[in-house]
């Protein structure tokens, strides 16, 4: 019984760890999509600004 209870032990204390390391690489890569979202978002913010101004130069000066 003493070694079961100390196997069990063990053996949650490992899970606990494989679990927070896998918690760890899902924040990781969520940060990661997070971060090229954002430079998609800017990305396409400064081409349609430029295409604007390249179209209609008017509307180019109230961009400014």
């Known amino acids: 019984d003493q070694l079961e209870h100390a196997f069990r032990a063990e053996y949650d ?3 606990a760890r494989a ?3 896998a918690s ?3 924040v990781e ?3 990661r ?3 090229e979202l954002e430079y998609w978002r ?3 913010q400064q081409l349609l ?3 604007l101004r ?3 130069p008017t509307v180019g000066c109230l961009l400014k």
């Open 13 to 15: 204390h490992l899970e």
């Open 19 to 21: 679990n927070a390391a």
């Open 24 to 26: 760890a690489a899902w």
């Open 29 to 31: 890569e969520l940060r």
């Open 33 to 35: 999509w997070g971060r």
């Open 42 to 44: 800017s990305r396409s």
């Open 49 to 51: 600004s430029q295409a």
């Open 54 to 56: 390249a179209q209609l």
